[in-house]
């Protein structure tokens, strides 16, 4: 099979993470597939901000959970994270960063790295302790937190096939 089909068609979503990092080389590449996505009227105002310190990524889920009153929330303790972030105000900045975060899955299982959306940040963002997290990071103050990549190497025996059940019509 075309060697771009496989990586498209093997990703799953990993929820559980081996306690081994990254190499800052790969890393480096998943950011690059990030900022070679497609973005409305090539806008690119999205920014990609990672956190490597599993204690800050610790931090942040609980004042995500906090803020969402999920005593027991967690982003499955990965690795690393990569925030997407764009323009409060920018009318694609949501489709953008979609683009952005599926470039970064994909170049992620390229490198036989897991990875999974995490999606609370959306609504937890303008939360006051979230926000002061995030401008510590240094995402600017007009943006909104879109999503999170959660990226690690995936710990055994998760991955199930999931049926695809999207309709496909041929309208001609
Ligand atoms: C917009 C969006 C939000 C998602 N949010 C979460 C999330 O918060 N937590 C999670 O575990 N998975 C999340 N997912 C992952 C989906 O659950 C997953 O893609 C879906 O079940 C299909 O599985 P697959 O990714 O293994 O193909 C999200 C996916 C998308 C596209």
Redesign the pocket.
Known sequence: MNAVMENLLTR??I?AFEDRPIPKEELDQILKAAQYAPSAMNRQTWQFTVLRSRAKIQELAAAIGKALGRENYTMYEPQTIIITSNLRDSRFGIDDNACALENIFLAAHAFGIGS?????LRDACDDPDVRRMLTSYGIPDDHTAYGIAALGYAAPAQLKD?ERTGKIVFAD
């Open positions: 799953r979503s929820r999974v959306w995490i999606n609370q999931i």
